[in-house]
């Protein structure tokens, strides 16, 4: 079974502080996902990577960078946290086939007050 | 850009009873593929069922079925035998055609099961 794991469950930080969220996935994937879901709204992607060092903007890039420096590894980076970056953060990985599922890690809630 | 809505914020079902949930989908495309995924309240996504736009019959796993209608863009799910356990959030999902392509989804329904 694929497994992604996302290294917090819960998080909480303040205004300013600079945040890393950390992904990791143990099927040597090459696509890898950051997803933010807020009630309402559903899943809306920020940012994804198709292989080492590279990156796409996904739909809410804005307050967000990523890095992915090794193939199994994705992280989210919040240069400066704000309260309305409070949210639940989704990583997801899924191998190169057309029409691959993704499979999702366990979730971050992030609370930044 | 592709869009997928649901209309249903919320659905209920007695166990044991059979609820479908709906999802539309806006694409110009003509291969693509459609998930439905399942969170619980334990927040791990999970795969619930997958189609592939160019295969006419309808996907099913065990009590999960759809309803695929390519022309309409519709894919709605159907949950037989309804139980407790299928109480969750349920989202519809689109993948284009390429590898790396995003997964698009709608805003989610949320499944209440009644004992």
């Known amino acids: 079974d694929v497994k992604v794991t996302q290294s917090s469950r819960y998080l909480v930080k303040r205004t300013g502080e600079k945040v890393f969220l950390e992904c990791v996935q143990d099927m040597d994937h090459e696509n890898m996902f950051w997803y933010r879901q807020d009630p309402g709204l559903g899943l809306r992607l920020i940012y994804f990577?198709?292989?080492?060092?590279?990156?796409e903007k996904g739909d809410i890039p804005e307050g967000y960078s990523v890095s992915r420096e090794k193939k199994e590894r994705f992280s989210l980076i919040l240069e400066s946290a704000s309260t309305n970056q409070t949210s639940m953060y989704l990583c997801a990985s899924s191998g190169p086939v057309r029409g691959s599922p993704l499979h999702f890690g366990n979730g971050t809630r992030l609370t930044v007050t | 850009a592709q869009t997928v809505t649901q209309s249903q914020p919320e659905m209920s079902v007695q166990e044991a009873e059979t609820v479908t949930l709906s999802c539309t989908y806006d694409?110009?495309?003509?291969?693509?593929?459609l998930f439905w995924y399942k969170q619980p309240p334990s927040r791990q996504m999970i795969l619930v069922i997958r189609q592939e736009a160019y295969k006419q019959q309808n996907a099913t796993e065990n009590r999960f079925s759809v309803n695929f209608q390519k022309a309409a863009k519709s894919f709605s799910l159907k949950i037989s035998d309804s139980q407790l356990g299928d109480a969750a959030m349920y989202f519809c999902a689109y993948r284009g055609q390429g590898g790396s392509e995003k997964l698009v989804f709608g805003k989610g329904t949320k499944l209440t099961v009644n004992p």
């Open positions: 990577s198709y292989d080492v060092k590279m990156k």
């Open positions: 694409t110009s495309e003509s291969d693509y593929y």
